[in-house]
């Protein structure tokens, strides 16, 4: 299984680079490697997982943190559950497991990932953003696209088109970020950090 001490930080020339485009069909071993950067995510948000090993949570994840160049990212986004009494789904008896996270707003392999179109419009977490490659907080806004369309290919080589808005669009931004070498942080605006400008809705 993938743990904290596979992702490399900021610092390792990996993170600067423009990763590579894969070729399908995939090998069996990127293949495995998808699947284990998005088990990744799953113990990640398990509390009592992410305790014994050590995890910090996170909602994304590139394969260049993995120091592998590639064009490969997964993101397990958790339903955004407002009310708990929500009311439960007749076939499916509830599981014992005191976590009931089992719902995703976005869960997601995506092969060589591309923004191909985005608003004008921006948005940024009201609380800035943390990366898993990077061990110390880095206050201020992040400014991305607030909305986005993006093409993918998933395992099997198939195509696909998705329109994402406001945080699944900030978090999967970050993640094709790693796969151009850009850290949020280069998105700061450093004189200013705090002040959103007249495009920028504040989101969280
Ligand atoms: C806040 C956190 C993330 C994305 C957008 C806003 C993901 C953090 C985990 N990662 O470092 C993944 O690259
Ligand atoms: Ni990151």
Avoid: W
């Amino acid at each position: 299984m993938i743990t904290m001490s596979d992702i490399i930080r900021e610092g390792n020339p990996t993170l600067r680079k423009e990763a590579e485009n894969l070729q399908f069909p995939l090998s069996d071993d990127i293949k495995k490697t998808a699947h284990d950067m998005m088990e990744f995510l799953i113990n990640s948000q398990d509390d009592k997982i992410a305790e014994q090993y050590g995890l910090r949570a996170g909602v994304g994840l590139a394969a260049p943190q993995l120091d592998l160049s590639i064009r490969l990212i997964a993101v397990l986004i958790p339903s955004s559950v407002e009310a708990e009494d929500m009311i439960e789904d007749d076939s499916t008896t509830k599981n014992d497991n005191h976590d009931e996270k089992q719902d995703y707003d976005l869960k997601l392999i995506m092969v060589n990932p591309r923004v191909i179109s985005h608003s004008a419009k921006k948005a940024a977490l009201a609380n800035g953003e943390g990366c898993l490659s990077v061990d110390r907080e880095v206050p201020g806004l992040v400014p991305r696209a607030k909305k986005v369309t993006i093409r993918y290919y998933d395992l099997d080589g198939n195509v696909h088109k998705l329109k994402l808005r406001d945080y699944e669009a900030i978090v999967v931004q970050h993640e094709i970020d790693h796969t151009n070498g850009i850290m949020f942080y280069d998105h700061i605006n450093e004189e200013d950090p705090f002040t959103p400008d007249d495009m920028t809705e504040l989101i969280g």
